[in-house]
């Protein structure tokens, strides 16, 4: 199983990026997906989830309003749309994906991790 996270890159505050996690090894249609992020020097912390049939999505508070999650089980990919960045949301973001039957927040909960993409946003 793997997953590959790509569409991060350099944005001006206020701008938009999508980030992309393509899933392979197994169909992603029955896991639930997630987004985490990580800032230097800072913990990891939970961005966005999605359930397998789209309908339950959870967001941090400090991206609800922001980013959306969404996901294309034909094409085996994750989307993590994020509008309205600010420069606190500069981080690597890393997709994972869990076998629990619903979004979870919590990263121990995820079995496959991609291996992140840069997110940078000036001021």
């Known amino acids: 199983v793997q997953l590959q996270a790509s569409g991060g890159g350099l944005v001006q505050a206020g701008g938009s990026l999508r980030l992309s996690c393509a899933f392979s090894?197994?169909?992603?249609?029955?896991?639930?997906m997630g987004w985490f992020r990580q800032a230097p020097g800072k913990e990891r912390e939970f961005v966005a989830a999605?359930?397998?049939?789209?309908?339950?999505?959870y967001y941090a508070d400090s991206v609800k309003g922001r980013f959306t999650t969404s996901r294309d089980n034909a094409k085996n990919t994750v989307y993590l749309q994020m509008n309205s960045l600010k420069p606190e949301d500069t981080a690597v973001y890393y997709c994972?994906?869990?076998?629990?039957?619903?979004?979870?927040?919590?990263?121990?909960?995820?079995?496959?991790w991609g291996q992140g993409t840069q997110v940078t946003v000036s001021s």
């Open positions: 999605i359930g397998w049939r789209s309908a339950i999505t």
């Open positions: 090894g197994r169909t992603v249609s029955t896991y639930v």
């Open positions: 994972a994906s869990s076998g629990s039957r619903y979004p979870t927040t919590s990263g121990s909960e995820y079995d496959y």
